[in-house]
């Protein structure tokens, strides 16, 4: 059963910094891109960033560039976001998902159908 766990959230004081983890079982890691998406209370889900299926492609949301960084590792089957320099903007539930393209990845939430659970962020002094 294809399966998506999120982990390594919690409560950080502004410019601190995460790392989450997405791991992924009950398929294989290889063929398929996987994005960050994050949503705040009374917003939409958005993208965050994003990893093609051999990890040669990342995207990143404008407001996150330079700040965060994914990566992946097809032989664990995990995929990481590494947050740098938090900012209260950044509190949200962050999600990790799967894209069946075959290459590149993609922003929108649209493109994605299968999720995990989420786990909350909190940038707060």
């Known amino acids: 059963q294809l399966q998506l766990v999120e982990s390594g959230g919690g409560l950080v004081q502004p410019g601190g910094s995460l790392r989450l983890s997405c791991a992924a079982s009950?398929?294989?890691?290889?063929?398929?891109?996987i994005g960050w998406f994050r949503q705040a209370p009374g917003k939409e889900r958005e993208g965050v960033s994003c990893?093609?299926?051999?990890?040669?492609?990342?995207k990143y949301a404008d407001s996150v560039k330079g700040r965060f960084t994914i990566s992946k590792d097809n032989a664990k089957k995990m995929v990481y976001l590494q947050m740098l320099s938090l900012e209260t903007e950044d509190t949200a539930v962050y999600y990790c998902?799967?894209?069946?393209?075959?290459?590149?990845?993609?922003?929108?939430?649209?493109?994605?159908?299968?999720w995990g659970q989420g786990i909350q962020v909190t940038v707060s002094s």
């Open positions: 998902a799967i894209d069946r393209r075959l290459s590149g990845c993609s922003l929108y939430v649209v493109d994605y159908d299968s």
């Open positions: 009950g398929f294989t890691l290889d063929y398929y891109a």
């Open positions: 990893v093609s299926s051999r990890g040669v492609t990342t």
